[in-house]
Every structure is written in C-alpha cells, then in structure tokens.
C-alpha cells in the first residue's frame, strides 16, 4: 500500500481515489455523490478518477492542459484506470488514460503536465476581468440546491449565487450565461487536480434557452494557476447553438481574482 | 490503390495525402510548403495528415471535434499515421491517430466525427457576429506575405488584413487581437477537413505583445458548420498570459457570417 492509497480527509479525494493493480493499471470505485441532473456521475467527477490514476504516472505536479472524450455514461460502481506515458520531457510531461466499466471504455483523456508553482519572473497579462458577484455570504442558495435529493452533487458542492436560476422556474428566454461562486462542501481546499474536475460542476448555460438534455462529447481544461484559498468565482456561458450542438465555456477565478481554470465542452442536445 | 491514392487537385490535398500500409495505418510524405515563421511544418498542416488516416476509418463524414498534443516539432519528410478506432455510435464515431517521425510521436489526436449536413430544423442561436471587415478586395497584403521565402505557408495560403500587423515592424505595444480574412491560394474551397487545420493556420496573436517564440502544447477545434465557397473571416485573441502559458483562441467564419470553427489551444512561451 502507498502513501496514495491511505485514507482521505475530504470526500473528492477517497471519490475518486485508485488502488494499482499492475504497472500503470489502477481500480476506482465511482460514488453516487456527484450526479447532477441527469442518472449518472458527473463526467469531471469520472474524469477526476482517471486523473488519480495519470498523476501517478506522470512526475509534474499539475495538469496544465486536459482534453477527455466523453464516450458513454457512467455509473456508480467499480472501474478500471489504464495509464499510458506517451512522452516524458524536462518542463512537461503527456499521458493518456482510459476509465473503463464494464470492459467498455467511459471516457479517454490525454493530459500535458507541468509546474505551475509560482514564478515572480513570469509575464502576467490578462484582458479579461473575473465575475462582479456580491460576497459568497449576501448570495443566495437555491432551495432545490438544500435539499438535493437527485441532485447528489450539491451535498458535495456548495454554489452561491447572486440571482436565483431563471431555469429553475421553468423560465427559457434567459441569456446563457453564468456567474456564481463555488466551493466543496466538506472544505476542500481547491488545488490544480480538482480544477479539472469542479470545471464540469456548473449548471449547462443552454438551461437558461430551454435546452435541458445535453450530452458532453469532449472537454478540454487549461489550468492556468494554483488557487488560492477560498471561494471559487465561476463564470459559464455558450454563444453558439446550431446543427444540435454547442460548446460551453467555463471559466474559474480564484478569491485573488487570477484565472484558475478555463474550459470549453462540445456538447449534443439529445 | 484506392480512390483515396488518385491524384489530387489542390495542393493542402497533395500534401495531407496518406497511403495505406497495413490496417488502420498509413505513411504519409510531409512537404515544406506550410511553413510559418518558424524552422518546421504547420502544426495543424501536420494535425491535417493525421487526420487524413482517421478519415478512412470512421464512417462520419465531418470531424465535429478534434484534440491534438502537439509532442515534438514535425520535420518534412515521411512519416507513420497510426490510427485507432475508439468508438462507432449511429450519431458519431470517435477515433485517435498519432503521426509519427523517426519511431518518435509528433502529434497525438483524439477526434469525434458526426454529420453536418444542414438541417433546417436544428435549432441555431449565435450571441456572437463575424469579424467586421472591409471587402477582401479592400484589404492588404503584407509585403512580407507576398513575397514568402521562409515563411513558405504564405504560398499555400492567402491572407487580407484590414490594417498593417504592428509586430511586422516590431511593435510590442499592441492588442493581441487580429482579425483578417484567409483562404487557400490555389481556390481549393474550404471544408470541415479543411478547417480542422485552418484554425492554426494564424499569426499568433501574442506577437502583438512582444511574444515571439510560443509552441502549441494543445490544440483543440469545434468544427461547428460546413462552410460555404469563399474567403473565411477569422478573429485570433488571447486574453490570458501567465506562468510561461497562454491560451490562443481562433474562430472561423464563412462568407454567410456562420461560424463555422472555433479553436483554442495552450501555448507555452519559449
């Protein structure tokens, strides 16, 4: 048994923790504490437990960049993590991994590695701002959020927000567009491996223009730094519709204002 | 020698061009004539004849979105396209090809196919519009683009700027946002094949700051509609410089004003 495989403080952590069963190869147990609206986890949960499995692999400390191809649904229950090096360099580091259920393969991601510790050097430029919300405190907790039931991500996640969801209503002449806080219930601090996975946490901004059942086909994330502590300020949206698919942006800025996470899915309406 | 192997017209069709070898792989002869300012092939003309060998394999016409980890500098000359079929669903297929040189990998793609023939029931919602540019004919050339030795891509390529690139004459002061128009020199109409490399074949937009050496780490690109005949309106942008990165975004849209590419990649400043 390694240091890995000791017992977790925080939920995120024994969810999608991987036990090695051969070189390169792991197990999971995927939980039913992350599922949104729909009947399965979460696919940046799934994807985190793929990653548990790369970061042992791979001798950098951070994801910087993360593509995953969403391939079917999965389901509370046990997986198989298959890893693969596929190119070890000095400054960074690529791998790809395979969650597999049912001997069918869930979902494939190729990953680039690296350091993001702080470099004082390093040019900073950033023509964008981070979303303009009232503290976490004078935001508001939709009441479905309270008591999920089906929605067993909320017991794992806090989200505040500064306006209720018209969506939630029944209301689809909205904007698809986002902004609200976020965090882990059980206070877990936010790190550059659970970025990868909080980035697919938001409600899908096309709920706001009625489209209520869409499926992930790829997602990519860039880490861009290491958060600091405290509430995450998030910012979703998507701009085009068409041919029965749009992509939908993510964006994650940490309490310091620095973008942490920036993520764009293509997604089916189904 | 398959229809595939017959002659081709256009000069982006020639130079992608695969033969295969044994099932699901293919060679391919990477040419000199996609060059930009650096000393080795485009990265998406590269991504391009990967993609050449995917094609064959997967029963959808269109790529609706395609990851690429761009893992060593290509070189002209032969290389080995790899592919694997990951995935065959009615609505799309999923596939992953690597191009290799010399026994080494040089790209590494995941892609999703599907059908993007027009439907005129689809649902289509844009919160964005098309560069706003003069007529082509009412655009520059840049002497540099005219006259291309180096930068070889520009004999494959036509591109119109509305204003002069400031980083052509040194300036660093900049926005690193460009908008131009660009289409293939020799009239080979633009297609979502096409596309797929299109998107990284811009000026980076960090040139406008003073960034002159960045390599792709990642590429991905959502081809969002089948373009029709004509020149291609693109906007390159990044908006987040930090820790040696930085992402780039590309978005392509046709003569009609529909988008019909929208990339980003991350690219590490060297």
């Not at 997986?79 to 400054?91: F, I, K, W």
């Not at 300020?233 to 701009?239: E, L, Q, Y």
């Amino acid at each position: 048994m390694s240091l890995h495989d000791t017992c977790h403080e925080y939920r995120f952590d024994r969810d999608t923790a991987v036990q090695e069963r051969a070189e390169g190869e792991f197990t999971a147990t995927l939980t039913d504490a992350w599922r949104t609206f729909t009947t399965h986890p979460n696919g940046g949960y799934v994807l985190g437990a793929a990653l548990s499995g790369l970061d042992r692999q791979l001798p950098h400390p951070d994801p910087l960049v993360v593509s995953a191809f969403f391939l079917r649904p999965a389901a509370p229950g046990g997986a198989v993590v298959r890893t693969e090096v596929v190119r070890q360099g000095r400054r960074t580091a690529t791998g790809q991994v395979v969650l597999e259920q049912g001997g069918k393969e869930v979902v494939r991601a190729g990953a680039t590695y690296g350091d993001l510790s702080p470099d004082p050097q390093a040019r900073v430029l950033s023509l964008d701002r981070p979303p303009q919300l009232p503290d976490p405190e004078q935001c508001l907790v939709p009441a479905e959020f309270e008591a999920p039931r089906e929605l067993t991500i909320a017991s794992s996640v806090q989200y505040r927000y500064a306006q209720r969801p018209g969506w939630l209503d029944g209301e689809v002449g909205g904007c698809p567009h986002a902004e609200f806080w976020m965090r882990f219930a059980d206070g877990r601090p936010a790190d550059t491996r659970s970025l990868v996975s909080m980035v697919d946490f938001a409600a899908p901004a096309v709920l706001e223009v009625g489209e209520f059942s869409t499926v992930t086909v790829e997602l990519t994330v860039h880490v861009r730094a290491r958060p600091v502590a405290g509430w995450l300020a998030c910012r979703v949206f998507t701009k085009h519709v068409g041919g029965g698919l749009h992509e939908e942006d993510m964006e994650i800025w940490d309490r310091s204002g620095v973008l942490v996470a920036q993520a764009r899915q293509l997604a089916m309406l189904v």
